[in-house]
């Protein structure tokens, strides 16, 4: 019998589906949903079941850094830079199966497939489950990639609390393993890792409408929000007369319609804009708005771009003052420029998926990731599979078993290929 090839070398899917129904039993509510959010009682569930998952299968112990993402670091032939693979096993209230989990479960199945089949690449392998992805009760979320990246320092996490129960961030993450006054030792050291590698649903509808099952990331969106604060006159309702109001909510619908036709306009599959905080006050029925406040969300990585917008909105704004009697101010709360994913990654995810017989589709991640923050010390890639209906963040997310098995196979490979590309000196 002939030694089968890497190329050979597929996961089990089986096992990787039940991997994610075990998983998805940890926090499951009576609607169907999964609630699991940062430092909850099932937060630490989840993570026991995992680090005991890959204790079993990797006869190692899990490790826990200070700011309680879990690894298991295993040796390679060579002393070389460790690729990485993972995502996050926290969940929004209410959300679904496959966001996060599914991407550390991906990572552990293709390790555990390499052992299985007694395969060691030249590079030492780490899974990372990351802390607290989603935004959550302590108001800062990708917060544990954030701070192995260098972006959070101990100080910074210090000032964070649950916004009902009050508790410090620092006492949450002791409870589930960490110790923030050991923050710095997080620090990932950039010569330690060679690339990170996550899988993830793509949240979006683009590959389900396309009939694509995966596609290799190119960049992170960039993400601006602005908080615009619209000053009318409050008054009564009944003995204003309509031509003498200064409305501040009909003004700041004027504006949110203003902000919806500038990125229509664009045409792009990578432009978005949206209002979806509105407070009006002072809310009542009988007393026309006399201040209303807006965030708006844009998401668009052409900067050329998105100076137009801004262009086009500063105008809106000026004339609606004008219109209208009001006053409008705004102010930038947020903004992030987009991320791209690293060339050497992404080729590896095309080879990946022309590995498996499928285009090497490309995608700009509409989300925001932990990708992106490793990305700053690393290189860094993504790949997704096709969300069906595009849904996520609900109980109806879903991916079909069989495109799991291709995105687990593509980045199989991804995985191969850059273990031979890579020596751990070349130039990130
Ligand atoms: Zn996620």
């Known amino acids: 019998m002939s030694k089968p090839t890497n190329k050979n070398v597929t996961i089990h899917i089986k096992r990787l589906m039940h991997n994610i129904e075990q998983l998805g039993k ?70 679904g199966r496959f966001d996060g989990a599914l991407g550390v479960l991906m990572a552990t199945e293709i390790v555990e497939t390499l052992k299985d089949r007694r395969i060691r690449l030249r590079h030492p392998l780490s899974l990372v489950s990351f802390t607290g992805e989603e935004p959550n009760p302590f108001n800062i979320s990708t917060v544990g990639s954030k701070v192995i990246a260098g972006r959070l320092t101990k100080e910074d996490l210090h000032k964070y609390s649950h916004r009902e129960t ?51 990331v190119t960049k992170i969106t960039g993400i601006y929000r602005e908080k615009i604060t619209v000053s ?36 792009s599959d990578e432009a978005t804009a949206t209002v979806g905080f509105v407070k009006v006050e002072p809310n009542e029925a009988n007393i026309i708005s006399g201040k209303t406040t807006l965030i708006m969300d844009m998401r668009i990585s052409d900067k050329v771009r998105k100076a137009g917008i801004l262009h086009k909105l500063d105008r809106e704004a000026a004339i609606i003052e004008g219109q209208r009697k009001v006053t409008i101010q705004r102010e930038v709360i947020l903004d992030q420029e987009c991320i791209p994913m690293s060339d050497t990654v992404i080729n590896a995810f095309d080879h990946g998926a022309v590995c498996i017989g499928e285009p090497a589709a490309h995608l700009v991640s509409m989300a925001g990731h932990d990708a992106a923050n490793i990305s700053m010390i690393t290189r860094t890639g993504m790949i997704f599979v096709k969300s069906v209906n595009g849904k996520s963040h609900c109980k109806e997310e879903l991916s079909y078993p069989e495109d799991i098995e291709k995105a687990a196979n593509a980045m199989l490979q991804a995985l191969l290929y850059l273990d031979k590309e890579l020596d751990g000196n070349d130039i990130i």
């Open 26 to 95: 940890i926090g499951l509510n009576k609607d169907g949903g999964i609630d699991r959010v940062l430092c909850s009682d099932t937060d630490l569930e989840a993570r026991n079941w995992i680090s005991r998952y890959w204790e079993q299968v990797f006869l190692k112990k899990t490790r826990v850094d200070p700011i309680a993402n879990l690894w298991m670091d295993l040796e390679g032939d060579r002393n070389l830079p460790a690729i990485v693979m993972g995502s996050h096993h926290d969940a929004v209230p209410c959300g």
């Open 232 to 267: 009318g006159e409050a008054n009564h309702a009944g003995t204003t007369m309509m031509n003498s109001r200064k409305d501040a909510y009909l003004a700041a619908c004027e504006y949110s319609l203003a902000i919806e036709k500038a990125v229509k306009n664009l045409n």
């Open 166 to 216: 009050k508790e410090l961030l620092g006492d949450a993450i002791k409870r589930m393993g960490g110790n923030l006054d050991l923050a710095e030792n997080a620090l990932i050291n950039k010569k330690n890792v060679a690339a990170f590698l996550e899988c993830h649903i793509e949240q979006g509808d683009k590959l389900d409408k396309s009939g694509l099952a995966i596609a290799t």
